[in-house]
């Protein structure tokens, strides 16, 4: 009973110690958009030959804005990823897919990036850097491309590509910082070149403004990452109440499901071992009453005969105490070697049925632990005993030594 009492504990803090973990190192997003859905945002529209068209007048995501979400305090890195950059390879050769129409009219798309370490698929596992670095928000005409891409052409990082831009009709020169992988055996048999993940990259925001002229920065959308999921309404109200910020036409959206993921199984774990250390004090209780009654019981002639030659009730408890108490010191010393020796692999096997998408809990024996175990066993025990020995104390020993004849 000890032991299964001590691992529980020890998992339980295990658990709470790994939720406490997870609310400062596991961050969440806020995100944060222009309100386009807003008709109100819209002018009265303008009529011409295909129609009437409407210009979006409400406010834009700038660098000041930008520069005021960053120095909240908790907001630990923000990114942005505008409209996709299609282009056309010049020195280099993309996957072919199932129909292809000459090289200017067959582009792959490049994501447009702030930081490309923060782009879902990186932060999800589904690709991985393999060699170089992601881009930084200072980075200028820098590129990440494929394996797979790179393999086909010899290419590496620090050499150059040029690609053909359909939209402005220019050429553009990039570097490559970054060689990821992850695509590998990905839509092979696309029908569009572009549709297959190997030939897809990314580029950095400040070469796409050049490409399109752009002097100043106006963005749709921004990710602002926090350091804890568990402040992550706090800090959003602080962004809100930005001068740089309030009254603007922005909306804002919360995700936590990173922390959730992991929280919530460690939440419903604990609250599983403690619900299991109650039962197990209640269960172990009874059970240890139960034999002591059955055994005080089988001592009746003995404690009769004590009485008989003078000894007093009470030292008859002390003894029956003693006995139990010396027998649970060896109980108790074995249940901590039992302990030490189960709790990672009961802890590890609980964690795989409730909280599977929890890694590295590290189930330790606390000495408070300890001290409540072996505390509320004594407890029991002194309990357990006099409860037991009230059937044999509350006789004569005339009475005793009739019984048992």
Known sequence: MASAALIALSVGHAAAEGTDEVKQTVGASIHME????????Y???????YGFSYEYNGDFITQEVIDAVSKVDGVVAYSAESSDYWGSAIDFEYFPGAFNFGDSYNPSSYTVTFNSALNRKFM???YTLMEGRHIQEDDSFAVMISKEL?????LSVGDHISMYDLDTDSENTFEIVGIFSGTEGMSKDAMMSNQIPANQGYIDMNSYQKIWNETVLELGSLEIYVDSAANVE???KT?????????KTFTFSTDTADFDLISNPLSSLQKMVNTAVTVIAITGAAIITLLLILWTRGRKKEAGILMAVGRSKVEIVLQFLSENLFIAIPAAAASFGLSALLADQVGAFLVSQTASDVHGLSVVIHSADMAAVYGIGALILILAVLAASVAVIRLKPKAILTQMD
């Open 34 to 41: 222009t309100d386009s859905d807003n008709q109100e945002n």
């Open 43 to 49: 002018d009265s529209g303008t009529r011409d030959e």
């Open 124 to 126: 999800d596992g589904t």
């Open 150 to 154: 790179a393999d086909k052409n010899d």
């Open 234 to 236: 706090d800090i959003l």
């Open 239 to 247: 962004i809100q109440n930005l001068p740089e910020i309030k009254g």
